[in-house]
């Protein structure tokens, strides 16, 4: 059966999380991912590891369904290997610092001399050009430097971090996105084109409703905000407020334990009937709540008074309540709720899977899916599995050809 990418070749040069990210999911949409690793291989192998001697899960979780060959591209027998791959390839992918693949003779231009119609596609930190085209960047840099860390957390506590990451993960979609746009693009000209994302850039867009609010504050109060937005000019970490035009918060539960909350969105449709369950009709004719105006300026009581009703139950039974009154709610679910739950088992977003090495293990599933794309999630490749198997089926090389090159030193260090 043919899948969305069948037919397409990837030379994925990526390490770590941000490329192999992007490379993961366009080989779960059907494309041909070859894993081009040093002879020491993606450094996340040996990052993290539960099991000695075996690939760590910072490993397997981010390159399932690729092939991996090994070459020695200090070695002009490897650079060759590297050359004939390249004509064969649809994709180059690379993550690497400023410069070095250049340092290594392929530029852009040298790439797109040697197949016009592959597709270059590299994350960068910030991006090529710029003056802060040469600092290193990793996931919490990114989110220092795209906005946000200020953004995240208490008003009257430090920037924080998201358990999301944004800065690797969110740039891999990025990158995938921009390299499914070069195909079709493709179709049209002939020719392959270069492509960029920068992490920097990436977590810019992803809060681009901060900068919504940056510009709204030279109009005014943000009045949605659960702080004092009054003589700001950036716009404030906000706790765990919506940041919508809806009233939202993180309600704690019974038995008041880290994860004992629920999220709680107050639309205006909904507040009657939320007002008549935890207050009556007191509550509902209180004046402090009538209207969507008053409710903003005195939200901090509104979600005391949730919190106390909240108190009684917990989170799965309180979501039962508000499901019943049509109130938008969900409990915040932790990695051993989303392990065992049986949505997310019905969705295949948490797969076992099984490693030579490491045994029986899970992984993350794909999130995107297509009618009529049905790509198995397979295993992570060992280091170079593949090496023989790529040489083979797609240069055509035979055994003699392969020997030649091992001895000259093409595939180890």
């Not at 693949?101 to 710029?130: C, Q, Y």
């Not at 297509?370 to 090389?397: A, C, F, M, Y």
Request: hydrophobic share 35%.
């Amino acid at each position: 059966m043919e899948n969305a990418l069948s037919g397409i070749r990837i030379l994925d040069m990526t390490h770590v999380q941000a490329g192999p990210t992007s490379s993961q999911l366009l080989a779960w949409l059907g494309a041909d991912v070859i894993k081009f690793e040093p002879p020491t291989g993606d450094i996340t192998r040996g990052q993290l590891r539960d099991i000695p001697d075996a690939d760590s899960l910072y490993f397997t979780m981010l390159n399932c369904n690729k092939r991996s060959i090994t070459v020695n591209m200090k070695n002009p027998s490897g650079k060759e290997v590297f050359v004939e791959l390249l004509k064969q390839c649809d994709v180059l992918m690379e993550n690497f610092g400023p410069g070095v693949l250049d340092r290594f003779g392929f530029t852009w231009e040298t790439v797109h001399n040697i197949n016009p119609r592959i597709i270059m596609a590299s994350i960068k930190g910030f991006g090529s050009a710029g003056p802060y085209s040469e600092f290193k960047a990793y996931e919490n840099v990114a989110q220092a430097m795209g906005g946000s860390m200020s953004t995240t957390g208490f008003d009257d506590g430090p920037p924080l971090v998201t358990g999301a990451q944004i800065g690797d993960s969110g740039t891999g979609l990025h990158l995938a996105i921009g390299i499914l746009a070069a195909l079709q693009a493709r179709h049209t000209t002939g020719k392959g084109q270069y492509v960029e994302v920068a992490m920097m850039d990436s977590v810019m867009n992803l809060c681009r409703v901060k900068f919504r609010d940056h510009q709204r504050l030279s109009h005014g109060i943000l009045p949605e905000y659960s702080v004092d937005t009054a003589n700001r000019s950036a716009a404030p970490r906000s706790g765990n407020d919506s940041g919508g035009g809806q009233l939202g918060n993180a309600i704690q539960c019974k038995p008041g334990g880290p994860n004992d909350y629920i999220y709680v969105v107050v639309q205006e449709a909904v507040w009657e009937n939320l007002a008549k369950k935890i207050g009556g009709d007191t509550l509902v004719q209180d004046p402090r709540f009538r209207t969507i105006q008053e409710r903003r300026r005195h939200q901090n009581i509104m979600w005391q008074l949730i919190t106390d009703y909240a108190s009684q139950y917990t989170k799965r039974e309180f979501m039962a309540i508000l499901n019943n009154i049509d109130v938008p709610c969900g409990p915040i679910m932790s990695t051993e709720d989303l392990a065992q739950d049986d949505h997310v088992k019905l969705r295949q977003m948490y797969v076992e899977l099984d490693h030579p090495q490491r045994g029986k293990w899970f992984n993350v599933g794909m999130p995107i899916k297509l009618s009529d794309n049905k790509v198995p999630i397979k295993r992570s490749p060992l280091l170079g599995e593949h090496t023989d198997e790529i040489l083979k089926e797609i240069l055509g090389w035979d055994e003699d050809r392969i020997t030649q090159h091992k001895q000259a030193g093409a595939f180890n260090k």
